[in-house]
């Protein structure tokens, strides 16, 4: 009864306070940027760039008969790209041959343009811009970031091919490209892969590209924060002395923690469910979508309260906080490159958070996976709090 | 506090400079058979992560996890992929071909007259780039907290009504607060490039551009830290600073040009775009200035907007 | 109701004490004063029996708890005004002492009630955010009467009032402790102290250096002086004699024989005199007084 009481009570200030309302207007926006900047379908369109060094009817000829019943090239409208003036290095890698160029003059090109499209899905999967010249095609490369290649013929008449990198891409990247490549490898290549069976193990049970960045909004923009809000909390009522009037009553010390992080609970519930509910819609299973925000945001909270429970001067715990916040947000890489995931960063609590609000949202989720990081959040969170409780108790009341 | 709160955008810069590699060197993750030849592992896991399971269902039961792993397991006629449906196209494509290189044991590497590699040189990838750039936006929104938290502590002491009855003018008492947040904006920003690796750039030009984007936060530090009563009114406000950031690097990378105008209003946009083409090398004084003269005139405006409120919450 | 015995407290732990030492013993219904300049250690005293500071050497027992065993039950019949206002500023005077009754596992005090005693009536939905350091301080002052406590704990309580709501006060402070609640009351007010406090301990430097009455120790250390401004030869001159002595009753009649009376005053010692007397130190400075 007196951690409801309390909990009310802060609740009342906390709405009587600017923050409590900015969060939401926080989370409207946030919703708004999602809505009409997140498409809700990425299509992937690789985009290059190339110069050839061969008379047209050869280059047609590539176009149209490189990629058989796989695929084929299509002409679209020119595209218009606007160059300003730039220094540009660049190199041979296979006779390390420099070449510097220098444009002084702004320059607008129109780019004969081509797209491709897959046979087997009708996607267009890939646009090509074919330059005019060598210097046009670095220009343009440099300042739009296209990959690019430069065919052209050798003294005997030979096709050459080189291909412009950036200067970051790996030996084993590299490896595979010069694999892939080979005109000679190509056919084969390409035939060994389109006879690769090909099995799926979980179908349709997927987000789409604007609903997957949901779990990055609900526990990075909101559950992350509730360290620094439930610390913020504290911090009010130690300087103004409140915490030595809460000592003198029968009140526990953690009753008073908790109350604290239940008013961080109801704001981080409220804003996840404004950017949630108008992009899921009906999908989430809100049953389980709830009581893992929930988790989310205390086992976040009590982290906070477990790092400054150290400092006798809860102020300069702010600092230190922000700190495990950026190191907190790593595993947001992981999630957006879903090839990167060493065990450093699984080790990550906002690792497993992220993989559990992501299962709630999908269409068939799997219960036991976010039972169970609920339950670690939970045995975490309570460790974390009686850790705290103790720690608080001989110095909150000084 | 002060001194973690410049410690954090520095360790951010060493964990960039940590994984941003190995989140470039990171093709595909594979699940693979045992049974699979040794030559079609080995091929593999030259240019992709392998892990060997004894069997099919332990590469299933793999597959299905969280992380993106794709399987590979032996078939009645030949190899089989296994994917679990939620991976990215680009995996999938990638795993194909690398399955299709195991098999046909064409690997490249060789050389090859026919083919060869022109390269800018420039080592600093994409990736570790927009991190960079994003990390010395966030330094400005990070001190843009300390000014703010600082005067709701000058606030609540009642120092600024102790220094109203001193004969420094208010503008001395503006500029020295926001000259600790620019000092220790320049330091971290600069040892934070420094980490990285990125040295090869126009330093006076790069100084204009993180010293331009700064009044911006300075600005609305003064308001929010004048206009709060307590931290977490302070720290709370200052989470509205990291939206327009947030928003201007993301349509900046992630969409087409002509969707930049979006995001014009924002001196986070203009910077970003100035400081990312300094680190590519490519841009002018010209350009420079131009970015700086504009971020300039939005935070002249904010704070002509701010100035009267700024007065009187300094009184 | 309170016993202290060989009680020490060290914030550094490093040999160096706030509290040396210290014993005494309060009865129900006796309004205690701890006297001593800023520094003496009344506060960290105050701390360690509230429970706000941990009690590291000695014993001390305050209203049959045992303070080397935490039992949280104990501060439903404790109550302490703080000379720090420490209120819910977002809150009215009326919700700072509803909620604050709300954590107390006994019954409580009208919060309207409380308010009206202290003055504040007709303010009750006012936010506590507006209202000035006295009217705060006496609002925290009703606070620590919610739960009609037994023990009750008061620091600095007349602190920043005016003197008619400083005469409130100590009316209240009476009042209560004549129905038996026990008061420990720091201050560096030696009026205060003298007015309210059946017995005052003088503290110094962490260091009780005596107990007693405070009518007790006027009687022992204080000496009824007589203070005489008069007029001699056109200058008007100032003299402070004390008549108990021969030298200053025949001063005294020299001085009424022969010159004319401005003013004259008799006054008996007072607690501060006396404190620096007995101690060497003043109420207002550390620094000693020769």
């Known amino acids: ?398 | 506090m002060a001194v973690w709160m410049i410690l954090a955008p520095l360790l951010l810069a060493v964990l960039i400079l940590w994984i941003a590699p190995g989140i470039s060197e990171t093709t595909v993750n594979f699940a693979v058979d045992e049974n699979l030849s040794s030559a079609y592992i080995e091929t593999l896991k030259e240019y992709a992560s392998v892990e060997t399971l004894k069997d099919a269902d332990a590469v299933e039961e793999r597959v299905m996890r969280r992380d993106e792993v794709i399987g590979l397991t032996q078939g009645d006629t030949g190899p089989v992929l296994v994917q679990q449906g939620n991976e990215t196209e680009t995996a999938v494509t990638m795993a194909k071909v690398l399955a299709a290189m195991a098999s046909t044991g064409i690997t490249g590497g060789e050389a090859n007259e026919n083919f060869g590699f022109l390269s800018f040189r420039d080592e600093t990838s994409p990736l570790k780039r927009s991190l960079s750039i994003t990390m010395l936006l966030m330094i400005s929104v990070i001190m843009s907290m300390l000014i703010s938290l600082g005067l709701v502590d000058e606030k609540n002491d009642q120092t600024i009504k102790a220094a109203n009855v001193t004969p420094m003018p208010q503008s001395a008492y503006v500029l020295s607060k926001s000259l600790i947040g620019v000092l220790a904006l320049l330091f971290t920003s600069v040892i934070s490039l420094l980490i990285l690796g990125i040295t090869d750039i126009n330093w006076a030009q790069i100084l204009i551009m993180i010293v331009t984007n700064a009044l911006i936060s300075i600005i609305v530090a003064f308001v929010i830290g004048l206009s709060s009563t307590d931290y977490i009114e302070a720290s709370g406000s200052v989470k509205l600073l990291m939206l327009p950031m947030i928003a201007s690097v993301l349509v900046y990378e992630l969409t087409d040009p002509a969707w930049h105008i979006t995001v014009w209003w924002s001196p986070f946009y203009w910077a970003y775009r100035g400081i990312t083409e300094i680190i590519q090398g490519t841009a002018r004084w010209g350009s420079v200035l131009l970015y700086a003269g504009i971020i300039v005139v939005i935070s002249a405006g904010v704070f002509m907007l701010c100035l009267k409120r700024i007065r009187k919450l300094l009184q | 109701m309170i016993h202290v015995n060989n009680l020490s407290y060290s914030y550094t732990r490093d040999g160096r004490f706030a509290v040396r030492d210290i014993s005494f013993d309060i009865k129900k219904g006796e309004i205690f004063g701890f006297l001593g300049p800023s520094g003496a250690g009344k506060s960290t005293t105050q701390g360690i029996l509230t429970g706000l500071l941990q009690l590291q050497k000695g014993d001390a027992v305050v209203d049959g708890y045992d303070l080397h065993r935490e039992d949280k039950k104990r501060f439903n019949h404790i109550g302490m005004s703080f000379e720090q206002s420490n209120l819910y500023g977002k809150l009215t005077a009326e919700e700072n002492l509803r909620y604050y009754a709300k954590l107390f596992d006994v019954p409580t005090r009208d919060p309207r009630q409380l308010i009206d005693m202290v003055g504040l009536g007709g303010r009750e939905n006012q936010k506590a955010g507006s209202f000035s350091k006295g009217q705060k301080h006496r609002l925290t002052f009703a606070r620590s009467l919610l739960n009609s406590p037994s023990m009750w704990f008061l620091d600095e309580p007349t602190t920043g009032l005016d003197p008619a709501i400083a005469a409130q006060i100590k009316d209240i402070i009476r009042k209560e402790c004549d129905t038996g609640v026990t008061a420990f009351l720091t201050t560096h007010n030696m009026f205060i102290a003298d007015e309210l406090c059946d017995r005052v301990a003088f503290i110094v430097d962490g260091e009780i250096k005596l107990i007693d009455s405070p009518k007790a120790l006027k009687l022992r250390y204080g000496h009824k002086t007589v203070a005489v401004e008069y007029r001699e030869n056109g200058e008007v001159k100032k003299e402070d004699l004390a008549p108990a002595t021969d030298g200053g009753k025949a001063r005294l009649n020299e001085i009424i024989n022969t010159c004319e009376i401005v003013t004259m005053h008799s006054r008996e010692a007072s607690l501060e005199e006396i404190f620096i007397k007995v101690t060497g130190k003043g109420l207002t400075a550390d620094e000693t007084v020769e």
Not at chain 1, 11 to 19: D, E, N, P, T
Not at chain 1, 31 to 54: H, K, R, W
Not at chain 1, 66 to 79: I, K, L, N, P, Q
Not at chain 1, 349 to 367: C, F, H
Request: hydrophobic letters at 50%; one cysteine or more; charged letters at 20%.
């Open chain 1, 1 to 398: 009864m007196k951690l409801w009481n309390n909990y009310l009570k802060e609740l009342k200030i906390a709405s009587r306070g600017f923050y409590f309302y900015m969060e939401f207007v926080m989370a409207a926006i946030l919703l708004v940027c999602i809505l009409l900047f997140v498409p809700a379908e990425v299509t992937n369109v690789s985009q290059e760039a190339i110069y050839v060094d061969l008379p047209r009817e050869t280059l047609d000829l590539m176009l149209l008969n490189s990629f058989g019943e796989a695929g084929r090239y299509e002409r679209a409208e020119d595209t218009t790209v606007k160059l300003k003036p730039a220094d540009i290095v660049y190199y041979d890698e296979q006779t390390g041959e420099k070449y510097e160029l220098s444009f002084d003059d702004k320059k607008t090109l129109e780019l004969e343009t081509w797209y491709y499209y897959d046979a087997a899905t009708g996607k267009h999967e890939s646009t090509l811009y074919i330059a005019q010249s060598m210097d046009d095609l670095v220009r343009a490369a440099k300042a739009e970031k296209w990959y690019s290649t430069v065919v052209q013929l050798d003294e005997t008449g030979q096709m050459r091919y080189k291909l412009l990198l950036f200067g970051s891409e790996s030996e084993r990247y590299k490896n595979l490209i010069t694999a892939v490549m080979d005109a000679e490898n190509l056919p084969a290549l390409q035939q060994a892969a389109d006879e690769l069976e090909v099995v799926t193990l979980g179908a349709e049970n997927v987000l789409n590209n604007r609903e997957s960045y949901m779990p990055l909004a609900i526990v990075i923009m909101n559950g992350l924060m509730g360290m620094l809000v439930v610390i913020a909390y504290l911090t009010i009522d130690k300087s103004s002395g409140l915490i030595r009037a809460m000592s003198l009553t029968p009140m526990r010390t953690r009753s008073y923690l908790l109350s604290k992080v239940m008013v961080v609970l109801t704001i981080s519930l409220i804003s996840s469910l404004v950017i949630t509910v108008p992009v899921m819609g009906a999908q989430p299973n809100y049953l389980l979508f709830i009581p893992t925000v929930l988790l989310v945001t205390t086992l976040s909270c009590m982290l906070g309260l477990w790092i400054a429970s150290f400092f006798s001067d809860l102020k300069s715990a702010f600092g230190v906080l922000i700190l495990f916040m950026v190191i907190l947000m790593l595993p947001a890489m992981s999630y957006i490159i879903p090839g990167f995931a060493p065990l450093w960063i699984k080790l990550m609590p906002t690792y497993p958070m992220l993989q559990a609000i992501k299962e709630t949202l999908l269409p068939r989720p799997d219960t036991g996976y976010v039972l169970l990081i609920c339950g670690g959040m939970l045995i975490v969170s309570a460790l974390f709090l009686w850790w705290s409780e103790h720690r608080y108790k001989k110095s909150l009341g000084v």
